[in-house]
């Protein structure tokens, strides 16, 4: 089955792009290409969902976007900004921009949810701080406000290790909003709860990014969670992009090739034994047309 | 179907597997061979019998009878010199807590700046550890003089071995997603650390400064010894002057508060690390109320929107554990009269001193010097021996897990207590006031002292064990005694093998110091070189000291390494 891409293009030739990869390569110490030679343009706006296996380079990918990894080879550009080789004020500056929502939260246990809040305005404030008295009230305020909209008000002076998955991630979700983003990257944000959390969580996700204007890029296993709300969607497979169309065009088997084509490999292990014959197929999805 | 599972049966009486042949196992036999050997040496070299055991018992006897009835006269002296122990530990200990903090930091692999801050952080924090307090002790009582400074200064500095050792584990076993969270807002690096990772570490921070407390209360009683302050001196004057009536209050005195104090910190530390996730659940009329008051709180500090914690009752319990620290410092400061305006001179009368002991010279007393590091390396393994014969019956019937009676094992941990309650150098005078001058007196003393600490360790890591091995064993049909042997023993004897590893560290340090009480060992010369102001010889016994303490740790490291 092809999927061909005549989407890409037209997305890219929008306007000035937000946030834009070329030709990024990312090997590890230990010698994984995580990414290999991805173009990506993302202009302002858009709801994009990143899908593909476990390892196939959409963490990696992501932690590009903010700089907590640097590409091998290849420019991130995040806006106006070359992320791959900024100085660590410029990344910080970038940083602050960019809110990052973890599959595993990425909460601070023994603090108060509250105070978890308030750890997304460090970017606007100087110096290290040390408990909730340490911040300025108003931005105090602030972060209840935010706790108010993922509706853990209640919660504020509770153990973050007290919650469930679900609220977990709101308050992550709450730490974000508090530093006042225009880009939001969720990595996995669901893949650790259940199926009634995960549509909250995605649901409050998508709420306040509209609500917000913000530009979105989540990471997702299940493709039908991905088709529900993106307006496009991005496949990886092998570090490479391998599926790159608008969403409401997108048919649920076509993103599924994504994963299948791994499946078929597992079937048949004389494919695995010679990869050779994989490269030298009509590339059904391989989308870089040379 | 049965056929296909008899064909491999048949093959495999053919074809047993061999166990593979592991080349950890020649080295981990060669290790152990020769501390085997080593034991053996060191027992005849102190030319130790059972006879001499037993004896010691005796002779331990008499001088209990000679102490009593005792004398109370000099009480108030006793007093007095035990609170100035008590504030010298204090102060001791938090200037080794504000010391070990940057250190760790910068000693920590996930938060070092530079690889050589590390090798350099990392060799402060080893070094420390090698000398021991009474030794830095006397030695910087030549310049900063007699009184409780120099042994301030020498707790702060010894125990940075530790407390930066255990700091340092803390800060790399914290959780990395809070920090990557953080960094991802766009924070510095600085912000990041205070935010994620302080939070993690302070409750086992704030264990292990208590829990050094406690060792250091210990130690600071017999700084006295080599003139550094504290109730040693006392103790010391007494029983040389053969006031054995007297003495006796001044060694209960310590010996009660060691053991209050124990009691105290042991439930604090409790609490501290205890997370209360993790605990269990005993809503008895007191915590129902208090849960229901602190929900109360938050419940109004929400509905007006407070922008300050509410005063929960963990909140009022830290404050004011964190207050009464404070205050107490406070007390401990102004009653020893730090001279904290004018340290800086001090700075330079340590470092001073320290350069002192260079060149160190290692040929005026060598025939010494080599004597006392056998003496001492043999009480250190025969310590280690007896004090291990003794830790074993009692560290089982310590583990709640193991002993079915709960009255057996609160009496075993009872008297355990009651013996840590006099610290080993103590013991040592006793003891060598009993028996006379040598290393049988010093060798028994520490073995007592391996003993409660080793069965502590023996218990704890015995109640480690996993469940399901034991019940399956069980299931078997063994009786309780053979359930331990293949069930427990197995899973608890690597942790068992490393721990005796790490006391036969600690003990050839402790036996470094036993001659500065005439225990016998390296630590006479030791003394005897700083009363004459031979400091070339002092930092000849030093670097020895330090070269035989290393060595023994890495092969310790070593070992722990290959048991995994």
Redesign the interface.
């Known amino acids: 089955m092809q999927v061909s891409l005549p989407t890409r293009n037209a997305v890219a030739n929008g306007a000035d792009p937000l946030i834009s990869l070329v030709g990024v390569s990312k090997r590890f110490p230990n010698g994984t290409l995580a990414l290999d030679n991805v173009d990506l343009n993302i202009p302002r706006g858009q709801l994009l969902s990143l899908i593909g296996l476990s390892g196939s380079g959409k963490s990696t990918l992501m932690r590009h976007l ?1 700089g ?1 990894h640097r590409p091998t080879a290849g420019k991130v550009t995040v806006m106006g900004v070359e992320v791959s080789s900024a100085s660590n004020r410029q ?10 929502v ?1 599959q ?9 949810c ?1 105070e978890n809040v308030l ?2 305005a ?2 606007r ?1 100087s ?4 408990g ?2 340490s911040y300025p ?1 108003k931005l ?2 602030e972060a ?1 406000d935010h706790l108010e909209r993922v509706g853990l ?2 919660q ?3 153990r973050a ?2 919650l469930s998955g679900g609220q977990m991630q709101r308050v ?1 979700i709450a ?2 909003l ?2 006042q983003p225009q880009i939001m990257l969720a990595d996995e944000p669901v893949a650790s709860l259940d199926p009634e959390s995960s549509a909250q969580v995605l649901d409050l996700l998508l709420r306040v990014a509209v609500e917000e204007q913000m530009t979105v890029i989540v990471t997702l296993h299940q493709v039908e969670l991905a088709l529900g709300w993106a307006t496009r969607i991005v496949g990886l497979r092998d570090g490479r992009v391998v599926l790159d169309r608008d969403a409401t065009t997108l048919k649920q088997e076509d993103a599924m090739e994504v994963y299948q084509r791994v499946d078929k490999n597992l079937a048949q292990p004389s494919n695995i034994a010679q990869p050779s014959n994989i490269a030298t197929e009509p590339a059904p999805l391989a989308l870089r047309e040379k | 179907m049965s056929g296909a599972h008899v064909e491999p049966l048949m093959q495999s009486r053919v074809a047993r597997p061999v166990a593979p042949k592991n080349w950890r196992h020649p080295t981990l036999l060669a290790i152990f061979i020769g501390i085997v050997a080593a034991t053996t040496w060191s027992w005849l070299y102190l030319d130790m019998t059972l006879l001499t055991l037993f004896g010691g018992l005796s002779d331990l006897g008499n001088l209990l009878a000679y102490m009593f009835p005792p004398i109370w006269d000099n009480f108030p002296e006793a007093l007095r010199a035990t609170i100035e122990t008590i504030w010298m530990a204090l102060i001791g200990t938090t200037l080794a807590v504000t010391l070990s903090i940057p250190l760790a930091f910068l000693a920590a692999r996930n938060t070092t700046p530079h690889p050589i801050v590390f090798a350099v952080a990392r060799a402060v924090i080893t070094l420390t550890r090698a000398i021991p307090t009474l030794v830095l002790a006397a030695v910087f009582s030549i310049s900063l003089g007699i009184g409780p400074f120099p042994g301030i200064i020498a707790l702060g500095l010894h125990s940075i071995g530790m407390i930066g050792k255990l700091f340092t584990e803390a800060i790399e076993n914290t959780d990395y ?12 690096k ?7 990772i ?3 570490i ?2 086992s921070c704030i264990g292990t400064a208590l829990y050094r407390l406690d060792i250091n209360l210990r130690e600071s009683a017999v700084l006295g010894f080599v003139g550094a302050g504290g109730v040693g001196f006392l103790i010391q004057t007494e029983l040389r002057g053969i006031d054995y009536q007297r003495a006796i209050s001044a060694v209960s005195v310590i010996f009660v508060t060691i053991t209050l104090i124990e009691i105290v910190s042991t439930r604090l530390r409790a609490s501290i690390i205890g997370d209360h ?1 993790s605990m269990p659940k005993k809503l008895n009329a007191r915590s129902q109320a208090r849960v229901a008051r602190d929900q109360r709180l ?2 109004t ?2 509905s007006t ?1 407070r ?4 005063w ?1 009752y963990e909140r009022v319990l830290r404050t004011t554990a964190a207050a009464t620290f404070v205050a107490l410092l406070i007390a401990a400061l102004i009653t020893i009269e730090m001279p904290l305006l004018s340290a800086y001179k001090y700075g330079d009368d340590l470092v001073r001193s320290i350069g002192r002991l260079f060149p160190p010279n290692f040929t005026f007393a060598r025939e010494e010097i080599i004597v006392g590091m056998l003496e001492t390396t043999a009480i250190g393994f025969t310590a280690t021996l007896l004090g291990l014969v003794l830790a074993i019956p009692f560290g089982i019937l310590s583990a709640r897990n193991i002993i079915i009676r709960r009255a057996v094992v609160s009496a075993a941990r009872g008297i355990l207590l009651l013996i840590r309650g006099l610290p080993e150098l103590i013991v040592a005078v006793l003891f060598v006031a009993a028996m006379g001058l040598g290393p049988v007196p010093g060798t028994l003393a520490l073995s007592l002292g391996t003993a409660t600490f080793m069965a502590k360790l023996i218990g704890d890591a015995l109640e480690e064990v996993q469940e399901s091995p034991r019940e399956g064993v069980s299931a078997t049909g063994a009786s309780r005694v053979q359930e331990f042997f293949s069930a427990v023993v197995p899973q608890a004897l690597p942790n068992l093998v490393s721990q005796t590893l790490y006391m036969l560290d600690v003990n050839l340090r402790s036996s470094t110091v036993l001659g500065i009480v005439g225990g016998g060992g390296i630590g006479f010369l030791l003394l005897g070189s700083i009363r004459v102001l031979d400091e070339a010889t002092v930092g000849a016994i030093i670097i020895t000291i330090f070269v035989l303490v290393y060595a023994i740790e890495l092969l310790g490291s070593f070992v722990r390494w290959m048991v995994e």
């Open positions: 903010n907590l990344l910080r500056g970038v940083r602050r921009n960019i809110g990052f973890f595993q939260f990425g909460l601070v246990g023994r603090a108060t509250l750890t997304g460090l970017g404030l110096g290290p701080r040390y909730v008295w009230k105090r305020s209840f008000v209640n504020a002076y509770q290790d007290t992550a730490r974000s508090m530093q | 997603a809070p920090r990557e969270a953080v960094l991802s807002t766009g924070t510095g600085w912000q990041t650390i205070l935010s994620t302080v939070p993690q302070s409750p996730l938050i419940n500090a929400i929107r922008l300050t914690p509410p929960v």
